[in-house]
């Protein structure tokens, strides 16, 4: 990321920076502080940012974060993408929530499900059902990038829409796009103690033996 006077964003952010293609108008949904949208209009990568969020306090943050940037930020209060008309912006950006969210987000926009959209999500939590959703609604994982802030694991997705559903297998769910990439050994063990725990509250049957092959496999890797 090459910019100049904008404010230092956190791996998570840089991550989900450089998946924002130069020259697209972008929407960041979830803008909190506004450090992105700042990051993307000062550096020059986006001519347009639309800085979206729920609540009005950390909106007013990023109004004070993007002043710099004049016209080049627009802030919008309001729910998810309802904030956008479809087109307006084509790159998006959905980060700061769990998978759930960012789930129900997505189905609520079914313009969203559209070649010319290029995604970049980034779930604090449930990973794997994330990928998961993706796959089985015909969105394809271009790429991820694994890293850590403020101690926790990432993985920054960038999906595009196929229109090619498809089920995942229950370790693609779990690494996604991640093998090799530094720090992915932890990952893994991140994501095998959670499945562990979840296999603990499960009762003796198919599904527990399937989750404990998931365990075994995940455990190779």
């Known amino acids: 990321m090459h910019t100049c006077n904008v404010p ?13 293609r130069p020259g697209h108008t972008a929407a960041d949904i979830g803008c909190d502080h506004g ?35 004049g016209d080049k930020v627009q802030l919008r209060l309001g729910s998810g993408l309802s904030v956008l008309a479809p087109g307006e912006a084509e790159d998006i950006i959905i980060a700061g929530m769990g998978a759930e969210t960012i789930i129900e987000i997505l189905e609520a926009a079914p313009w969203v ?9 980034v779930p604090a939590t449930k990973h794997s059902i994330l990928r998961r959703w993706l796959a089985r609604r015909g ?5 991820e990038t694994l ?16 229109g090619e559903a ?7 769910c779990l690494t996604g796009l991640t093998a090799g990439q530094p720090g992915c050994a ?36």
């Open 113 to 121: 499900f559209d070649a010319r959209y290029n995604l970049i999500l």
């Open 8 to 20: 230092r964003l956190d791996a998570r952010l840089t991550a989900a920076f450089d998946f924002v």
């Open 147 to 162: 890293c850590q802030a403020a101690g926790r694991w990432y993985a920054v997705m960038n999906a595009r829409y196929t």
């Open 35 to 69: 450090k992105l949208s700042a990051a993307l209009a000062g550096s020059g990568r986006c001519p347009l940012v639309l800085a979206c969020d729920l609540r009005p306090g950390p909106l007013e943050k990023a109004r004070v974060t993007c002043a710099p940037y």
């Open 186 to 221: 932890e990952y893994y063990a991140s994501q095998n103690a959670k499945l562990k725990k979840y296999q603990l509250g499960l009762p003796d049957g198919a599904e527990k033996d399937a989750v404990g092959k998931l365990i075994a496999e995940l455990e190779k890797r």
């Open 139 to 143: 969105f394809a994982l271009r790429a």
């Open 166 to 172: 498809c089920e995942p297998d229950g370790l693609y």
